[in-house]
């Protein structure tokens, strides 16, 4: 009888044990070697890279709440440990269930011009936010995919928001505004590299630059069905309301110069082969098109910002493949009515807008945000670049454009789009 009864318990006991290892095995494997999972969930799941079905049957639906709500506790458990900055990082954890820790969350108190500064920088904030929130709820202000709702966003289009498991953190990455360093940054925090010694990257700048943006330094949303499998959108879910989420955005039409400029005024072999070439073979009278960046730019031979407006205004170009993250609008990387950003940042401000945003994290003790020295485009030149252009197509180029402007606060350009 007590036999019996101690071999339940027993037998009770293990299958908990076994339970919450299966979910720990999971987790930790996922965030500390992406190969080693890569590999054990290939086999397991011997799944290709498609999307998984959002909508599951009843039952697993139930089960999926069940677990939801068990991952939730398990994350809030988890992640009090995972800190290695416990007592300072310790509000962040607080943040989306209590408002007043929200306000309170990041100030550096104990210092009087910080704190001036702070406030200033944080009503800027708010404004932003308050202007997101209003247009995506304004029903007469419309765009493309503006009414679809997070589940209905696919997979492949989660691919710029990383995580940072750590901290807690989201990014989400717009090409063209600052992202490299970002990038950087994330690596830092989530430690998702290693040096050439098997050591995490501690000091940003010391990340190569082709390993800031190979894919496979970051964990972004894309990636977590094989981590989580069915429940990947939940733990989405529980991500995006836990943690702090970040965006850097910059005037849509100087974004377009600088991806210009970075990829076609200077020699580029991918970009020439997959844009350069397309562009023109449609837009120059060109009949041979050199196949090679050397001998393209050897012979002169570079398409014209002109035709680069040409290719993004043709019908033909978005019939073929979406356009590349470098000119991808930033609503489209991003999902900004979908996401709700607790930071929207601005290159036109990236010092004051990076050193708040490092406090508000609670890292401006680890590192400053690695300065750039390279040639940036200002946007006093947008008029030189643009008001070439037939005026026909900077207002079609604007109307592509114009929920970045709107959404993110850029003035419309009224100056170049009258006669
Ligand atoms: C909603 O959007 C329209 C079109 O952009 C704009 O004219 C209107 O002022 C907006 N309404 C509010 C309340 O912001
Ligand atoms: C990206 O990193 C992975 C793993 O380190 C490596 O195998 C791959 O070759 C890299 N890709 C590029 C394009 O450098
Ligand atoms: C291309 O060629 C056509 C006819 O050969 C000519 O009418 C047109 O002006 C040319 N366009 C450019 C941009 O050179
Ligand atoms: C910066 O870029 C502009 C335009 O591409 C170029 O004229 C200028 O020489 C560059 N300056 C430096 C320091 O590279």
Redesign the pocket.
């Known amino acids: 009888m007590t036999r019996s009864r101690l071999f339940c318990l027993l037998v009770i006991l293990v299958s908990v044990f076994m339970i919450l290892f299966i979910i720990v095995y999971w987790d930790n494997v996922g965030t500390t070697n992406f190969n080693v999972h890569t590999s054990f969930s290939k086999s397991i799941l011997a799944q290709s890279n498609e999307e998984r079905p959002t909508t599951a049957p009843t039952v697993e639906n139930n089960v999926a709440s069940d677990v939801d709500e068990f991952l939730d506790i398990f994350l809030n458990f988890g992640s009090t440990k995972g800190f290695f900055q416990s007592t300072k990082t310790e509000n962040l954890q607080l943040r989306g269930s209590n408002s007043q820790e929200e306000i309170v969350r990041g100030y550096d108190w104990s210092t009087k011009g910080k704190l001036d500064d702070g406030i200033l920088d944080q009503e800027i904030q708010e404004e932003r936010k308050l202007n997101l929130r209003k247009f995506c709820a304004n029903s007469s202000f419309d765009f493309p995919t503006k009414e679809r709702s997070f589940d209905d966003i696919p997979n492949r289009e989660l691919d710029h928001l990383i995580v940072d498991d750590r901290h807690g953190i989201i990014y989400c990455y717009v090409p063209k505004v600052a992202c490299t360093n970002w990038k950087r940054v994330m690596i830092v925090l989530s430690e998702s590299l290693l040096d050439k010694k098997g050591v995490p990257y501690q000091e940003p700048l010391q990340i190569p630059r ?2 800031v943006h ?4 970051h964990l972004t949303f894309n990636k977590f069905w094989r981590r989580y499998g069915k429940f990947s959108r939940h733990m989405m879910k529980i991500k995006l309301k836990k943690y702090t989420k970040f965006l850097f955005v910059r005037d849509p039409f100087v974004r377009l110069i600088s991806a210009f400029r970075s990829k076609f005024e200077l020699e580029n072999e991918n970009f020439y082969r997959s844009f350069a070439v397309p562009i023109l073979t449609r837009y120059s009278n060109r009949t041979n098109v050199p196949t090679s960046v050397g001998e393209a730019f050897s012979s002169g031979m570079k398409p014209s910002f002109s035709q680069f407006i040409q290719y993004l205004l043709d019908e033909k170009t978005e019939e073929q493949k979406p356009f590349n993250e470098h000119w991808r609008q930033i609503y489209r990387l991003c999902h900004p009515c979908q996401i709700e950003y607790d930071f929207v940042g601005k290159l036109e401000s990236l010092d004051e807008d990076a050193a708040l945003l490092l406090r508000q994290l609670n890292i401006d003790s680890l590192f400053q945000f690695p300065p750039s020295y390279r040639n940036k485009t200002a946007s006093s030149w947008e008029e030189d670049w643009f008001s070439k252009l037939p005026l026909s197509w900077r207002q079609k180029l604007y109307k592509l454009y114009e929920a970045d402007f709107v959404l993110f606060g850029y003035p419309k350009p009224d100056n170049l789009l009258r006669v």
């Open positions: 082709e390993d190979n894919t496979s330094s």
